[in-house]
């Protein structure tokens, strides 16, 4: 079955951001000119996706604004004569059909996957965490949606992480099928690094099934009386219905300043102005 659906749940406070994320959601902080959120929104759009479900908590209102038509800057910017400005503000909210689930309280990622059950129905569908950024020449649901079309199972998009700081992530227990792609047998969450059950880190991009709700209703409560993803595919992975991919691409995350300020230069360094910034960093760096 052809995935045409993805979830995006965007939870979280963002406090590493404060004080912005006081007024601002941090998954529409800028990239340069786009925010995070726009940049997943596109990649699944580039993956043959239709329809997405964005699923906000309270307080996120700025998301639902960012993906409505604002007739008004439209009409403006064209009787201006640009055109082209008005193209881009309305890709903003054309590109896909977006609509929102609300988690009223914050009861984990379990929980925020739950919402998204009357969307997808028995679908599989591609899910995005908000501030989890990929940039890949395939886009990285595209290869996730390859791999299920092979599998037929889940899929937990991972890569290989060779630093320590890879006891920061879940890792998962696989083992190698074909090429990239491996069978998983469940993720242990920021593991030391003397117990390691391999060097694939999950970074934010996944296949579900519709079963996965069956899955979720029998989640355990974790820590803070939260329902925890990882815990509802640890129980998939042990009933054989999770695999892993190590996809191809870069992960930039954005809930981390130091990784949106990675993604901002990089991406500079692909825009049309790259030959600028880079002049720019070389001049820079001379004086560091």
């Known amino acids: 079955m052809k995935i045409t659906k993805a979830v995006i749940p965007c939870g979280g406070m963002g406090t590493r951001f404060l004080p912005i994320t006081k007024a601002v959601p941090k998954e529409i902080l800028p990239v340069i000119d786009t925010p ?32 409505a038509p604002n007739t008004a800057l439209e009409e403006k910017l064209i009787k201006d004569g640009k055109a082209d400005l008005a193209a881009l503000v309305k890709k903003a909210y054309s590109s896909a059909n977006v609509t ?49 079309a092979k599998c037929g199972t889940g899929i937990i998009g991972v890569q290989y992480f060779a630093g320590d700081d890879i006891v920061k992530y879940g890792v998962a227990d696989a083992e190698k099928v074909d090429g990239r792609l491996y069978k998983c047998r469940g993720i242990v969450e920021k593991p030391p690094i003397d117990k390691l059950p391999s060097r694939l880190a999950a970074l934010g991009r996944y296949v579900l099934t519709g079963e996965v709700y069956d899955y979720i209703a029998k989640t355990p409560v974790g820590k803070g009386g939260e329902y ?13 219905k999770m695999h892993v991919f190590d996809f191809e691409g870069k992960r930039y995350d954005m809930g981390d300043k130091f990784g949106a300020c990675v993604a901002s230069v990089e991406y500079a360094l692909r825009s049309p102005f790259a030959d600028r910034m880079t002049r720019y960093i070389k001049e820079l760096a001379k004086t560091l």
């Open 228 to 240: 925890q993803l990882t815990d509802t595919l640890n129980m998939m992975s042990a009933d054989g």
């Open 36 to 67: 995070v959120l726009a940049h997943i929104v596109d990649e699944a759009v580039q993956s043959g996706i239709t329809d997405i479900m964005i699923i906000l908590p309270e307080g996120k209102e700025a998301i639902r604004e960012y993906f």
């Open 100 to 148: 929102f689930g609300l988690q009223e309280k914050p009861l984990g990622s379990a929980d925020a996957v739950a919402k998204a059950k009357p969307f997808t129905g028995g679908e599989p569908f591609c899910l995005a965490w908000g501030d989890d950024l990929m940039y890949a020449e395939t886009p990285v649901m595209k290869q996730l949606s390859d791999a299920y």
